[in-house]
């Protein structure tokens, strides 16, 4: 066990004292090291980072709600779909008069336009048309101001609630509330503004306006996408309010009872789960070229192994002549490998966490100190597995002919 | 019987095949050493010296007959094992010196040590003491190429002697080296001789022969002569 050690620490001393000869090369050959290892590195803080803010994102969607739409999410059958009626206000009204579980219900229609305030303009802002219970089934709050009243619904009045992004960049110095802005070429007074969100998949999520749904439908256009959020008492409701709700819209549409659905009653947790899918997909990607990279480094490394055997020869012989055994020669140069590549890892984790650095402003990332040890550890175990058959070779020199070698 | 012999060979043969061909370089050598016997081996090149120091150090195994060295049976052994026997029986100084050209005297010198598993303090220490006897002790964190032919063989003859061996071998130890250097190396191995080592010498040179107290003449892979120096 003693004498192990000593080994170990001699092969040590060996390896860098054989690096440093040849720094220039050594690091040109992790160069496929370095790639696999910030790929790696970097894919695993993508993914570690967004599931960490999205995780917290999603919950603004509310986990007790259910989302009435025209379509199913992440559905594909596009033609079929495009065939289903739309949903309505009166679908609206038909829950809200039948359901005895949905404790909430809000209708949320959407569109795009120019929104502006004087000569400020904010192109592509997402306008949201709903009711007054829209704070009760998500859990939006109103920064300052007040959010749309049933008053504001009932007389479709021309008032609007700015997201908070908007508010900032409509109104970087004045109070917004009272002002008089333009959605489109349509006049709005801000009523309110709401809380910050913050971002989702790198978009801000406070880029949008909120207006009274009646108004909305008035001045956009009876919006194709409408959808109607109902929330449930708890989570564990929400399997019986989705049933409940197929039953009444399947009433309202007279659907016999072998026709399929013509509408979609979508959850929270299928978005959650379609995010983890991509993810999953996004992951065997990266994966996928981390292992490409790191055998094509590996080979590399075998490479400059196997030439770094050939130059030492004589190195060989003479340490064999001296007394060195097959596996002290073996460890000798697997140690090289394991620590050339090992020096590829720490490159590797370096560049991960400037690349790191540099996407965090549309991506969300974390780098917890594991994977750095694990990108480290990660590439000396290539560089031993590429080390083997270097290594193997040049235990089994012959002393003779190694010492002959010129 | 043999106790009182370091190396017995007997009817060793070396045939080493190139391709297909046979190329016999030593045809029946039968030879007995007895500890503190310093011997020179000459011959014409080709007549198979160094084929016989490869095989009396241990690197290489003879075809046929059998090679006692200290009252062991080496001739059919392992890898391993053979290099076990190196390291703890035998200390070679080559002509090219071999050091390693990246490290210093000092750890040139505790390399084998290193193999025979000798923790770091007494590797420093024993090859301090071995560069000492060689006159260089304050050479010890010189590289090769920073040291001169003659410093470069005596790096080599420490390293050759630290791990106490039996046996000291010396293939042409002077061929690289001028003359008054090379008078220089052999009164170093002189020394050691006196000091109860035994020492086998590969030389071309008669007057370097001479300082040995056996002369061993080979000619195409047998013995033609083998004779004490008077
Ligand atoms: N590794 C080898 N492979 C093939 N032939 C060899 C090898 N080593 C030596 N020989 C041959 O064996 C003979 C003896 O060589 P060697 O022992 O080197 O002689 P010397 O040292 O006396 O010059 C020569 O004919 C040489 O060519
Ligand atoms: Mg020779």
Redesign the interface.
Known sequence: MFRFIVEILEGLRIAFRALRANKVRSVLTTLGIIIGVTTVILMTCIILGLNKSVAGQFAFLGSNTVYVNKFEWFSHNWREMMKRPDITLEHMRRIEEESELAVAVSPWAETQRTVGFRERKLSRVDVGGTNENYILTNPARPEIGRFITAADVQHNRHVCVLGYEVAQRLFPQQNPLGQRIKIGSIPFRVVGVQERIGKLLGQSMDNYVMVPIGTFMKEFGRHHWMSIIVKASGPQEVENLVYELRGILRRARHLGPLEPDDFGVNQQSSLMNAFLRIMGGVYLGGFLIAVISLVVGGIGIMNIMLVSVTERTQEVGLRKALGAKRWMIGWQFLIESAVLCSIGGVLGVGFAFLGAKGVNGFLPTTMPPWVVGFGVIFAAVVGLFFGIYPAMKAARLRPIEALRYE | MQNNHLIELRDIEKIYKVGTIEVPALRGITMLVRPNEYLAIMGPSGSGKSTLM?LI?C??TPTKGTYTLAGEDVSRLS??RL??I???RIG?V?QTF?L?P??NALHNVE??L???????GIRRQKAREALAAVGLADRTHHRPNELSGGQRQRVAIA?ALI?NPSLILADEPTGNLDSVTGEEIMAVLDEIHRQGNTIILVTHEEYIARKAKRIVRLLDGLIEKDDYVS
Not at chain 2, 114 to 120: E, L, M, N, S, T
Request: hydrophobic share 35%; aromatic share 10%.
């Open positions: 490869n150090g690197l290489d890898d391993n290099a076990e190196r390291n703890r070679f080559f071999n390693l990246r490290a390399l084998p290193v193999y025979a598993g000798k923790p770091i390293r791990n």
